[in-house]
Nanobody, 124 residues
Framework: VQLQASGGGLVQAGASLRLSCTAS????????MGWFRQAPGKERQFVAA????????VAADSVKGRFTISRDNDKNTVYLQMNSLKPEDTAIYYC??????????????????WGQGTLVTVSS
């Protein structure tokens, strides 16, 4: 599967952005999807994930109440709606797909395909 992330940009604190990740190459609807981010000089960090059937979502504590993950299986796309952005949200955001069931969606090791990343910069 190939993943193409988009929607990043430069915004001020408090603004919103919606990231998109479109998949091609296999059946998107059977894949669990996740968003991760990596800030300069820091390790990759889990942001949010959604099961293939949209029946379960999970988000990191740092983004709960501000970020929402969703998917449209008809469009082969997963979204990350980011509201009330903070400077500490500045990072490259990556989408990832998992073709096999993993109980722990927050673990990067459970994902077997990654997109190229999209940069989000939040100014204070």
């Amino acid at each position: 599967v190939q993943l193409q992330a988009s929607g990043g940009g430069l915004v001020q604190a408090g603004a919103s952005l919606r990231l998109s990740c479109t998949a091609s190459g296999r059946t998107f609807s059977s894949l669990d999807m996740g968003w991760f981010r990596q800030a300069p000089g820091k390790e990759r960090q889990f942001v949010a994930a959604i099961r293939w059937d949209r029946g379960f979502t999970v988000a990191a504590d740092s983004v709960k109440g501000r970020f929402t993950i969703s998917r449209d299986n008809d469009k082969n796309t997963v979204y990350l709606q980011m509201n009330s952005l903070k400077p500490e949200d500045t990072a490259i955001y990556y989408c990832a797909s998992a073709s096999k069931y993993r109980a722990l969606l927050s673990s990067a090791g459970g994902y077997d395909n990654w997109g190229q990343g999209t940069l989000v910069t939040v100014s204070s």
